[in-house]
């Protein structure tokens, strides 16, 4: 049985279009800005992308390596193991009319990009491998979902829209410098005291803790694609304090603001 009946590897510019239910991964070597539905995306090494019915275009002289993963490809026992993963699993069985994606923003010494290239690897093998392919996907999905927290660029990530809480989130990242649990509250039509308990009970977080991991987002997207100064970031991304920002970004990231901009340059040269 030929491997292109349900999935198939190359450049972006050689795979054919996707149909509405076949999903695209693409592991982003490069810093790049492919364009997806008309809108430019800010892609450095390590970032990962899923996209479900749609595709990315590409500015002359960039090329990305892709997996084309066919609607067949996702059969009863896929869905089965990733039934623990509603991130994915809602991604992938609930039908919508628009292109969907999910933008992780991950570097390439992460766990995540090494499960990527197994994954790439085994769709690579010249015989037809369908079971570790399954195996490798399964693999990436799980651990994308356990980082997705962390990870996950929630305004960039377009399937948000599609449930309350999603749109909730969006709304925080879209306004995150000045935002209040009390304003986004009123900005949804909730009491801030049930809106509180409501926030946590869907989003697995508080309001608070989630703005924060926001802002922190934003501070790192920042710190890779600008060389504004840090002092700058921490206003810009709505911190009042400089220290909290340290304090903040070290227990999240696990470095220094300018450790992580080092780091985000150190991997872009290689």
Same mark, same amino acid.
């Given at each position: ?162 449930? &309350? ?44 803790? +989630? ?6 987002? +934003? ?22 304090? &400089? ?24 991997? +872009?040269?290689?």
């Amino acid at each position: 049985m030929n491997p292109s009946a349900d999935y198939q590897l190359g450049t972006l510019d050689s795979l054919p279009s996707p149909q509405n239910r076949d999903v695209l991964i693409i592991l982003t070597c490069s810093r790049c800005q492919p364009v997806f539905e008309g809108q430019p995306i800010t892609c450095t090494p390590g970032n990962i992308l899923v996209i479900k019915g749609g595709s990315l275009t590409l500015t002359p002289g960039e090329e990305i390596q892709a997996l084309l993963l066919k609607e067949h490809f996702f059969d009863s026992l896929f869905f089965a193991q990733i039934m623990d993963c509603p991130l994915f699993y809602d991604f992938l069985r609930t039908s919508s009319g628009s292109a969907r994606l999910l933008h992780f923003d991950c570097f390439v010494t992460d766990a995540c990009w090494t499960m990527g290239q197994i994954l790439f690897f085994e769709a690579s093998k010249e015989f037809y491998t369908l079971k570790t392919v399954h195996a490798a996907c399964t693999l990436l999905f799980t651990n994308l979902h356990e980082i997705h927290r962390e990870r996950l660029l929630i305004g960039r990530s377009t399937m948000m829209m599609e449930h &309350k809480i999603g749109r909730v989130l969006t709304f925080m990242s879209d306004h995150y410098r000045d935002i209040t649990l009390e304003s986004t509250a009123e900005a949804f039509h909730y009491h801030p005291a049930y809106f509180s308990s409501w926030f946590k009970k869907h989003a697995h977080i508080t309001f608070r803790r +989630q703005l924060l991991k926001i802002r922190l987002e +934003q501070a790192r997207f920042l710190l890779k694609e600008t060389t504004l100064p840090v002092q700058t970031i921490i206003e810009e991304v709505g911190f009042q304090e &400089k220290s909290h920002f340290h304090r903040c970004f070290k227990k999240e990231c696990g470095m220094t603001p300018l450790a992580y901009r080092r780091q985000s340059d150190h991997t +872009q040269d290689e």
